[in-house]
């Protein structure tokens, strides 16, 4: 069963989460150079591992461990927007959605259900 983030994106096919199962080297050096270039910061391939934007643990990839979607998400008690009375309107989760427009369906298809 797929994890969703708190933003909509899907955990479980994100590089991080397959590094962090399997361990695959490969994985973590070319996604660190393309995270590097995509997030305007170096990310070392060790620090390509997550447990999931879910997990309760402390291995979750730094730029998800301080993300503001995360935070009010877990902070307000839900787990992902989709619950939440101001989604649409949220300047927040849609801010995101300019940078990562695939987790707005995730999103939305939880909304409707
Ligand atoms: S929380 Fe982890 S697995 Fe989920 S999107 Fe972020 S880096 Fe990927
Ligand atoms: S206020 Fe915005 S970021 Fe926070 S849970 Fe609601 S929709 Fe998500």
């Not at 590097?36 to 730094?62: H, I, L, N, W």
């Not at 503001?68 to 902070?75: E, F, K, L, P, Q």
């Not at 839900?78 to 619950?83: D, F, I, K, P």
Request: net charge negative; glycine share 10%.
């Amino acid at each position: 069963m797929d994890m969703i983030a708190a933003c909509g994106l899907v955990c479980t096919t994100c590089p991080a989460y397959v590094a962090g199962k399997t361990a695959d080297r490969a994985l973590q050096e070319k996604t660190a150079a393309e995270w590097t270039a995509a997030f305007g910061m170096e990310v070392k391939p060790e620090d390509v591992v997550c447990d999931g934007c879910q997990s309760t643990g402390s291995r979750v990839f730094s730029h998800c461990l301080t993300c503001d979607v995360r935070a009010c998400v877990h902070g307000k008690g839900y787990t992902t927007c989709a619950e939440c009375d101001d989604y649409n309107g949220c300047k927040t989760i849609n801010g995101f959605f300019g940078m990562c427009p695939d987790a707005k369906p995730t999103l939305d298809g939880l909304r409707a259900k």
